[in-house]
Nanobody
Framework: QVQLVESGGGLVQAGGSLRLSCAAS????????LGWFRRAPGTEREFVAA????????YYVDSVKGRFTISRDNAKNTVYLQMNSLKPEDTAVYYC?????????????????WGQGTQVTVSS
């Protein structure tokens, strides 16, 4: 069982930056693929980024490539999402999720545990 708690959301102007954190419980944190998803009002949940066990493998949705960076600190049981050059269309509730897969996966149904979400609002 893994519990995930996100933090770091807020209101920022377009072009600004935020860093989201997701703290996890559990002794086997390093054996989970971790992902970030987001849901904007009136839309489906969207994959944003994922990171493999060791942190050496990452994958991003095209719309955030070059702007967002996912990282993890297995000693601290924490995954991060550094978001730079934010745009109004990045406004959403951001969720972190953990998967027992041994490789990076994108579809949300591969993720077994979810956080409660943190709101990110980017003003124009």
């Amino acid at each position: 069982q893994v519990q995930l708690v996100e933090s770091g959301g807020g209101l920022v102007q377009a072009g600004g930056s935020l860093r989201l954190s997701c703290a996890a419980s559990g002794r086997t944190f390093s054996r989970y693929v971790l992902g970030w998803f987001r849901r904007a009002p009136g839309t489906e949940r969207e994959f944003v980024a994922a990171i493999g066990w060791s942190g050496s493998s990452t994958y991003y949705v095209d719309s955030v490539k070059g702007r967002f960076t996912i990282s993890r600190d297995n000693a601290k049981n924490t995954v991060y999402l550094q978001m730079n050059s934010l745009k109004p269309e990045d406004t959403a509730v951001y969720y972190c999720a953990a998967s027992t897969s041994s490789t990076i996966v994108v579809p949300s149904h591969f993720y077994d545990y979810w956080g409660q979400g943190t709101q990110v609002t980017v003003s124009s």
